[in-house]
């Protein structure tokens, strides 16, 4: 079946720019995750949601950073007035009910110029 | 707070080799832990878990056993492939939580033939 994808797979943008990244889930998958990898960080939790509500947003770095998530399935992460430090690949995950597996996409990679 | 500590890459290897990725833990209780694979350009992909002490996940001749006395969770292969060359990150979920994946910083592998 049709895995996790995310849109764009590239998105170069101009410092001060808003963006916005799509993340399709896996069908049926009740739980969604975004996190950040940066070469810097390594791997980073952003924020996850089950369902349409977004119970832990505390990976979030900023308040320029925003997501939610509409019908249960497709989220969207908004990143306002990008800055260059948030340049990096932002991985969206899904996981069905019950499980602790999740399911990767591959990730849309932003540079911020 | 819980953690992830895995060896420092590169490792490097010949082909047909035996392999070991080290991979240790701190976390209260028992947590679910898991091996993901990102290959050349590709997204992150579950390559095997476990989700209680003794437990061996295995996946494509990989295998790791949870050793909850040494809080441990390497990595082996027998015998190891040109096409093994990737990064492999070790992560856990705490336990009492299903969400947020707690990485290690990642080994890169490399096999040469």
């Known amino acids: 079946g049709a895995g996790v994808s995310q849109s764009p797979s590239n998105k170069v943008t101009e410092k001060g720019k808003d963006v916005e990244l799509r993340c399709d889930p896996i069908?049926?998958?009740?739980?969604l995750y975004w996190y950040r990898q940066s070469l810097g960080q390594g791997l980073e939790f952003l924020i996850y949601?089950?369902?349409?509500?977004?119970?832990?947003k505390s990976g979030l770095p900023s308040d320029r950073f925003s997501a939610e998530r509409t019908g249960g399935s497709v989220s969207t992460l908004t990143i306002q007035r990008t800055q260059q430090e948030d340049s990096a690949v932002y991985l969206c995950?899904?996981?069905?009910?019950?499980?602790?597996?999740?399911?990767f996409g591959p990730g849309t990679r932003l540079l911020v110029l | 707070g819980d953690s992830v500590t895995q060896m420092e890459g590169p490792v490097t290897l010949s082909e047909e080799a035996f392999l070991t990725i080290n991979c240790t833990y701190t976390?209260?209780?028992?947590?679910?832990l898991f091996w993901y694979v990102q290959y050349p350009g590709e997204g992150l992909q579950l390559l095997l878990k476990?989700?209680?002490a003794d437990d061996k996940g295995s996946n494509k001749g990989f295998e790791a056993t949870y050793r909850k006395e040494t809080t441990s969770f390497h990595l082996e292969k027998g015998s190891v492939q040109v096409s093994d060359s990737a990064v492999y990150f070790c992560?856990?979920?705490?336990?009492?939580?299903?969400?947020?994946?707690?990485w290690g910083a990642g080994t890169k592998l490399i096999i040469k033939p």
């Open positions: 995950a899904s996981s069905p009910t019950g499980t602790k597996t999740q399911y």
């Open positions: 069908s049926g998958h009740t739980a």
């Open positions: 949601f089950q369902g349409n509500s977004a119970p832990d």
């Open positions: 976390a209260t209780g028992y947590p679910s």
């Open positions: 476990a989700t209680k």
């Open positions: 992560a856990l979920i705490p336990p009492g939580s299903n969400y947020q994946l707690i």
